[in-house]
């Protein structure tokens, strides 16, 4: 009869445990990030859940864009992601307005949106025949339901079971309502110690548009390298200040380190090994992409290689789709380095890392092989990234591992805010991209 009751007990105990089981595409992913939705009160690029890959915001039609349009723009801005599970969910979504330091503003949702403030995402469709089961969720901005009506900073903020406190994911983009110009270029600095390293952007606001009562009080600028808002500037005051124009040429505020062009690698095709992979094989249940070890690049010239600036995008050279079609692999990082550094991390950086320096991306030092390492998984496609060293208690070092040459091609965009004491918000009234060897900025 004891034997029974134990064989009861135990099958009570199989079926309980596999009731609560997590599904099996979940199980292997990574630890889920830091799940801190203001940061110091500000918001930015952040996935808070885990099984959320590959999130994506850009110009319908074109998705190495930056998430920009002008307030009269008929190109919806496309964002799409994936859900690491066989189930659709319940996913809502709204926008907040900011200031030009990524603060909510202090304005009701009336003020900025037309439509619906609140709804639901509906457009997804399920992985066909990959390894991985997902199911792609896209939303267009705007849309039938929603439209933002002021220029500005704004967020997307996506959360779960129609919870606004269950985030899933925020991303930023920008309306802007030119009524500036800006005139200028990026180059090699002139400051002496910083000649071989750096890059300046000088440039002009041409306002007649708009009045300003006090220019360093209506006026502010940012000033972002290839959308790395880690490192932005955005305390500049005009140097000099002319009717109708306000003209900033500094030696050393306006400057930022070159770095080097990114490191990239290509998994369009999991049967090919491509220029920076050592192997792929499968290791059940997903392929495992291994890329050659990468080399400190802060000693040494530069050498100028095309990059996407950061970015990445996703194909699948055998599929029709590759929104569905193409696969997720687990692609393996090494960086050798002598001895672990003991002040900070190591951290991958770039659009795949949301283009902030993430918990979810740092590596971990091998003693065996003397190198930082990490493995992620990653949809098919071409991806940039770097590498950044994150100290314990001061900003970012992009240039640690990367190095910094001024002859590396990069983008710097300017954003232009205007506050009219009047209004209780900010607008952004002008956006230029300059580039350090395209000098047309087309």
């Not at 008929?74 to 990524?102: G, K, R, V």
């Not at 290791?283 to 010239?301: C, M, Q």
Request: hydrophobic content about 35%; overall charge negative; proline content about 5%.
């Amino acid at each position: 009869m004891r034997i029974y009751k134990y064989l009861i007990l135990y099958y009570i105990i199989t079926i309980f445990t596999s009731i609560f089981q997590p599904a099996y595409t979940l199980s292997y992913l990574e630890s889920p990030p830091n799940k801190q939705f203001f940061n110091d009160g500000k918001l930015g690029d952040f996935t808070y859940k885990n099984s959320i890959y590959t999130v994506q915001l850009s110009r319908e039609g074109w998705p190495l864009s930056y998430p920009i349009l002008d307030i009269k723009d008929q190109i919806p801005l496309l964002l799409s992601f994936d859900e690491l599970d066989e189930d659709p969910q319940n996913y809502s979504y709204t926008l907040i307005h900011c200031n030009a330091d990524w603060e909510p503003s202090n304005i009701l949702q009336n003020d900025y949106l037309e439509g619906m403030h609140n709804e639901i995402i509906r457009d997804y469709e399920f992985s066909r025949n990959s390894l991985q089961s997902y199911v792609h969720y896209e939303l267009r901005i705007p849309n039938e339901d929603v439209k933002p009506i002021i220029s500005g900073n704004y967020i997307v903020k996506v959360y779960e079971n129609y919870n606004e406190e269950n985030v899933v994911l925020t991303r930023r983009f920008f309306l802007v309502d030119h009524l500036v110009s800006i005139s200028g270029e990026a180059k090699r600095t002139n400051n002496l110690n910083f000649f071989d390293s750096h890059q300046e952007i000088d440039f002009t606001i041409q306002h007649e548009r708009i009045r300003l009562d006090d220019p360093n009080k209506n006026i502010q600028v940012v000033m972002v390298q290839n959308f790395d808002f880690e490192t932005s500037v955005s305390e500049l005051r005009p140097t000099f200040i002319t009717p109708g124009e306000l003209v900033y040429d500094y030696e050393e505020e306006n400057i930022f380190p070159g770095i080097s062009e990114n490191r990239h690698f290509d998994t369009k095709n999991l049967k090919i090994v491509t220029e920076g992979i050592d192997f792929i094989r499968f290791e059940r249940p997903l392929n495992h992409v291994y890329l050659l070890p990468d080399a400190t690049r802060s000693i040494g010239d530069y050498i100028y290689e095309e990059d996407l600036n950061g970015k990445f995008f996703i194909k699948w050279d055998e599929g029709f789709d590759a929104d569905t079609d193409a696969d997720y692999a687990y692609v393996h990082f090494s960086l050798p380095f002598d001895a672990p550094l003991t002040e900070g991390s190591v951290r991958l950086f770039g659009g795949l890392t949301d283009w902030s320096d993430n918990m979810r991306y740092e590596l971990n030092y091998n003693y065996d092989s003397k190198s930082y390492e990490i493995s992620t998984l990653l949809k098919q496609g071409y991806y940039n990234y770097q590498y950044r060293f994150k100290p314990e208690r001061a900003p970012v070092d992009p240039g640690f591992f990367e190095g910094a040459f001024f002859e590396t091609e990069n983008d710097y965009l300017i954003f232009v805010y205007y506050q009219d004491f009047s209004l209780r918000y900010q607008q952004l009234v002008g956006f230029e991209i300059f580039n350090t060897i395209n000098k047309n900025n087309d």
